[in-house]
């Protein structure tokens, strides 16, 4: 199993940036992907970014490329959302996401993932 705790959610406006840390413990050196994920009210949760196995650059929902960065501290186990130019529909809580279930093909469905911090919010008013 692996341990995600979140933080730095919060309340911003229209165009503010923000960024999203993952601390991760347990057995991290087991895992094929991390990467975030959001879910909205009523929506169901929806692929951010990810690193894999299957390369070294993340890769991104199309919603958030060109805004948000993913990166990663491997000293520190510690995976880092940047978001930049955010919007009203970034508003979400985040989670970030983890993955010891081997696949062929990118990480792009919660499925893909069986580990999972609390979430945190993140609020982006216009």
């Known amino acids: 199993q692996v341990q995600l705790v979140e933080s730095g959610g919060g309340l911003v406006q229209a165009g503010d940036s923000l960024r999203l840390s993952c601390a991760a413990s347990g057995r991290t050196s087991s895992s094929y992907a991390m990467g975030w994920f959001r879910q909205a009210p009523g929506k169901e949760r929806e692929f951010v970014a990810a690193f894999s196995w299957t390369g070294s650059n993340p890769y991104y929902a199309d919603s958030v490329k060109g805004r948000f960065t993913l990166s990663r501290d491997n000293a520190k186990n510690t995976l880092y959302l940047q978001m930049t130019t955010l919007k009203p529909e970034d508003t979400a809580v985040y989670f970030c996401?983890?993955?010891?279930?081997?696949?062929?093909?990118?990480?792009?469905?919660?499925?893909?993932?069986?580990?999972w911090g609390q979430g945190t919010q993140v609020t982006v008013s216009s």
């Open positions: 996401s983890a993955s010891t279930i081997y696949r062929r093909s990118s990480y792009l469905r919660s499925s893909d993932y069986n580990n």
